[in-house]
């Protein structure tokens, strides 16, 4: 199937246009919770202590507590809506899913990051979220002023044009089987994972049951997944508290990595270009990108100054290219075609 060239979504403008989007609602949440008069190093302990129970999965009903929700405000709502935002977008310009107003369900709302997103990436939607910690969910009411019901969506009654979970599947103790019901009430279902190997197997697992999705890599498995696994890496600017706490943390945050899994029906995403895994490399004679095709590890390669006759790409773009295999998954570019960058978007206007 031929991308239709409306359909391509412009990478960079895309990041900043989030991160735009997202500061109004950072500046109204800080204030309600007080976060510019806190301890920069406190707050900083904090987030890393939430880290390291959101890792073990053992965070349980943490949102209960006044220190997590501002730790949880400060460092990962950023990160959720913005993650949100990019999936969701690229959703809508690459699968246009042919509904302009859908009805959609988010799913452990949390304070309210990924229905935000959501609100802005779909502004006719009919949105509502579905949140088991009464305080986080009065939160993100009194935030957004959006509905959310304290609810426990594994055991809720949940239709719908698109089932959103943003962090919230691997909480659960079957996500399979409750990814799969999802899947059978709705028209789409979208889960995005932080970038952790039980969120990865969760969305494999889930494209064999149900099908070809849209993935990180645009493949459907990778070889990668022995060392690493299928995740965007994008470079997006957070709010400057983020990036205060970041600058405190041990284990800092140098992209945001994470996984997902787009399924729509009647969508499918085979042979759908290949995804860069890394930005231009620069060496001694030569240029290239890592990449991602059907889940296995390509390098594209320019030699000399080849490079400057193609447009800008960005990791994490999906792109088409014509070239030579010189070695074993190593292809000299003669051609390449940016499906999703800034470039190509100048170029249409
Ligand atoms: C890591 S947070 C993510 C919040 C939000 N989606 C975001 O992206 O910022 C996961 C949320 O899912 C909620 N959650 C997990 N299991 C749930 C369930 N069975 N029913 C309702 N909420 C649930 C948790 O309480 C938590 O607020």
């Known amino acids: 199937m031929k991308i239709p060239s409306s359909s391509y979504t412009p990478i960079e403008a895309f990041l900043r246009e989030a991160s735009n989007s997202l500061l109004p609602w950072f500046e109204r949440g800080k204030r309600m919770l007080g976060l510019e008069e806190y301890p920069l190093r406190r707050l900083a302990r904090e987030a890393a202590r939430l880290s390291d129970l959101l890792v073990k999965g053992r965070a349980g009903p943490y949102l209960k507590e006044e220190w997590a929700l501002r730790a949880y405000f400060a460092f990962f709502f950023p990160q959720g809506y913005l993650k949100t935002f990019f999936v969701l977008k690229e959703m809508g310009a690459l699968l246009r899913p042919p509904f302009p107003s859908p009805t959609i369900t988010d799913l452990g709302t949390g304070l309210g990051a990924s229905m935000l997103a959501a609100r802005e990436v779909f502004p006719g939607s009919d949105l509502r979220g579905l949140e088991r910690i009464k305080t986080a969910a009065e939160f993100a009411r009194e935030l957004t002023g959006l509905t959310v019901l ?200």
């Open 150 to 349: 304290v609810k426990d969506f594994t055991r809720a009654k949940i239709e719908g044009d698109i089932a959103l979970a943003v962090s919230s599947l691997s909480e659960t103790k079957d996500p399979l089987a409750l990814a799969q019901r999802l899947w059978k009430e709705h028209r789409c279902l979208v889960v995005i994972e932080p970038g952790w190997s039980r969120g990865y197997s969760l969305i494999m697992e889930l494209s064999r049951k149900i099908g070809s999705p849209l993935l990180p890599c645009g493949g459907s498995s990778c070889s990668l997944s022995k060392n690493d696994w299928c995740h965007a890496a994008l470079p997006f600017r957070l709010p400057d508290l983020t990036v205060r706490l970041n600058s405190l943390l041990r284990h800092k945050l140098k992209f945001l990595k994470f996984t997902y899994g787009v399924f729509c029906r009647g969508f499918s995403l085979k042979g759908w270009g290949v995804r860069l895994r890394s930005p231009l490399i620069k060496e001694k004679g030569k240029s290239y990108y890592l990449a991602c095709r059907g889940g296995k590890p390509i390098k594209l390669e320019f030699m000399g100054r080849a490079k400057g006759r193609f447009p800008q790409a960005f990791c994490c773009d999906l792109v088409d290219f014509k070239g030579k295999e010189v070695s074993p998954g190593v292809f000299r570019v003669e051609d390449l075609r940016v499906i999703t960058s800034e470039a190509m978007n100048k170029e249409e206007n």
